[in-house]
């Protein structure tokens, strides 16, 4: 549920329902990959893999735990059925760091 203030006044409301062409076709495994892949991407950890393995000098460890918190999220996320149609939103995934 989400809090929401509309016209002066409070009151809960259902988050959105994802489109009809995503509920059209079966969610897979490899969806789920692709999008904590996509947030592996966003913080660059293969530039820091290759820094690490390159220099020596360890990823810092925010990094290294976020990969892993991603890793274990979509662990989790592929093991339910089925998989959430709004497996993508930020509920189901740490957060970003920044």
Known sequence: MR???IEGS????EPTRPALRDMSRSL???????EAQ????????DEW???EFITGRPMPDEVRHY???VEFAAQAISRLLPIPGD??????????LG
Request: proline residues 3%.
């Open 3 to 5: 809090f929401a203030v």
């Open 10 to 13: 409070r009151e809960w409301t």
């Open 28 to 34: 897979s495994v490899e969806d789920v990959e692709a």
């Open 38 to 45: 996509r947030r592996l991407r966003a913080v660059r950890l």
């Open 49 to 51: 893999r290759t820094r």
């Open 67 to 69: 990969a892993m918190q």
């Open 87 to 96: 497996f993508n939103s930020d509920v189901y995934w740490p957060r970003a």
